[in-house]
C-alpha cells in the first residue's frame, strides 16, 4: 500500500464531478485536455469549456460536470485539481476542513484519525507539489 492509499481509496461515486461549476483549469491542463480528446482546441473550447475572462471551466450539464458519466470520460485529460482532490491542503490547516472533505467523500480515510492523517499528507507533499490521487 502507497502512502496515498493509506489514506485515501476512491468509491468512484462521482460526488466531486457534481454542481453547478468545475475547478478550473489552467494552461497545462488545457493543453492536456486537448491532447487527450484529439480534438481541435477551438471545437474542445466551443463544446466543453465555460469561459470566463480568463477563467477556463468545464461546461456543466445535468447538474455535473459535462465530462461525467458513471466516471470521468476525460481521464487522462482531467485538470490537476481533480487529480488532487480530495487530498486538498487545506486539510492540513484545519481539522473542519478535514471533517467537511470527509463528508463530501466517501473515499478519505477518516477512520485513521485526523493527526495520521496529515502526518502522511506532509509526507506526500513534501515529495510532490501537484498530488495525483
Ligand atoms: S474522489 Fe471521493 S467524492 Fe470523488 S469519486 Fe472518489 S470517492 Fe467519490
Ligand atoms: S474532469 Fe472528470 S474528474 Fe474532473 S470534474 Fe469532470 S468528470 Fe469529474
Redesign the pocket.
Given at each position: 500500500m502507497n502512502a496515498i492509499e493509506q489514506i485515501f481509496s476512491?468509491?468512484?461515486?462521482?460526488?466531486?464531478?457534481q454542481g453547478e461549476t468545475t475547478v478550473s483549469l489552467d494552461e497545462h491542463d488545457q493543453r492536456r485536455m486537448v491532447l487527450c480528446l484529439g480534438r481541435d482546441v477551438e471545437e474542445v473550447r466551443e463544446r466543453f469549456w465555460r469561459v470566463t475572462g480568463t477563467v477556463v471551466q468545464m461546461k456543466t450539464v445535468g447538474g455535473h460536470c459535462i465530462f461525467y458519466e458513471e466516471g470521468c470520460r476525460v481521464h487522462a485529460g482531467r485538470p490537476w485539481r481533480c487529480r488532487q482532490?480530495?487530498l486538498h491542503p487545506s486539510i492540513l490547516d484545519d481539522e473542519l476542513n478535514f471533517r467537511i472533505i470527509s463528508e463530501?467523500?466517501?473515499?478519505i480515510r477518516a477512520e485513521i484519525g485526523y493527526g495520521e492523517f496529515c502526518r502522511i499528507l506532509r509526507l506526500i507533499m513534501a515529495e510532490t507539489d501537484k498530488i495525483a490521487c
Open positions: 476512491c468509491q468512484r461515486c462521482g460526488f466531486c464531478c482532490w480530495p463530501s467523500c466517501p473515499g
